[in-house]
């Protein structure tokens, strides 16, 4: 419904010592989840892949050889960004979600082509504040189609390119669990009177429909493959429920440069996939684990679970 149930940040910081920069840190003190961007990463392959399927450009089951390093686009070679494993079999739609392929992403990107990949961006509610009713959120960045690069193209759909606020990724992902509806944020679900009886109600608002319910549907379903065997966030799993959701692992911009050992891990999800109640998004930014890169399924998993 789009009403915000929790939303926490870290560090945190003492409300009643504001002015006391060792408790109270100015850089602590903000909402990170609408006023810090960053490169969603994988989460937004939900985008390419929706906008795809919503313009019967492709099906579930709709193959691509995501073993090629780069294709002739509109007269041009693009490259495309390597996956972590290589596929020896052309991989479906749901696969290329399950398996969170860039190489699978960007054809998806491609058969939507520049415009309407952006349009459909903006319309998963990127590039624009949300509506959260309280100040100091900002918009995230979604360059128009006229600024883009040769290759992004290829980048956009796997989630590089473009900067987005925790919240806007969140919201993008309530649009699968609401059955294709981008909703507004809302905290206050009712008023009462000192007798207790409701005074006013607040009922969802949707900004706007993005994909219709049976593309939404499809996805939920394809978006259930990612935490079951062959996924790459199998340890969401929770015996007994239908778990959907995405893992997003995005290296940060270090001094201009892209870094390899440095990520943003995320994991935004829903749940039961087949009549969504909640959605959760865990984001980490900087994450430091015990062993190996600081991936979503890492970080941002055992959270969420």
């Known amino acids: 419904t789009g009403f915000i149930l929790a939303m926490g ?7 009643n010592k504001y002015y006391d920069q060792k408790l109270a840190p100015l850089s602590a003190q903000r909402n990170f989840a609408i006023t810090d961007q960053f490169d969603p990463g994988s989460t937004f392959k939900i985008v390419a892949a929706s906008g795809a399927l919503n313009d019967k450009l492709v099906y579930p089951n709709t193959h691509f050889d995501c073993s090629l390093e780069g294709v002739e686009y509109r007269g041009r070679m693009r490259k495309f960004m390597p996956d972590d494993h290589k596929y020896d079999h052309p991989l479906s739609v749901a696969e290329i979600i399950s398996r969170s392929s860039n190489v699978g992403a960007a054809q998806l990107g491609m058969k939507l082509g520049e415009q309407r990949l952006y349009e459909y961006a903006r319309s998963f509610g990127f590039g ?18 006229r600024k883009w690069s040769g290759i992004d193209i290829t980048r956009i759909p796997a989630g590089y390119s473009i900067a987005a606020t925790p919240l806007q990724i969140h ?19 009712e008023i009462k009177d000192d007798s207790g009886e409701i005074v006013f109600k607040f009922e969802k608002q949707s900004r706007r429909r993005v994909v219709s319910m049976p593309v939404a549907n499809s996805m939920a379903k394809m978006l259930q493959g990612v935490t079951q065997p062959g996924g790459t966030a199998v340890k969401a799993a929770i015996p007994g429920y239908e778990v959907a959701g995405k893992t997003g692992t995005a290296q940060k911009l270090i001094n201009g440069r892209y870094s390899k050992s440095r990520h943003v891990g995320s994991f935004v999800g829903f749940f039961p996939a087949s009549r969504p109640e909640v959605v959760i998004s865990v984001i980490v930014d900087d994450g430091k684990p015990k062993r190996g890169l600081a991936y979503g399924s890492v970080v941002g998993v055992p959270s969420f679970k």
């Open 171 to 189: 919201y993008a992902m309530g649009v699968i669990a609401s059955g294709g509806e981008l909703l507004m944020p809302q905290l206050i679900k």
């Open 128 to 145: 624009e504040k949300s509506g959260f009713p309280f100040g100091g959120e900002i918009s995230g960045l979604l360059n128009p189609v």
């Open 9 to 15: 940040n870290y560090p945190n910081f003492d409300l």
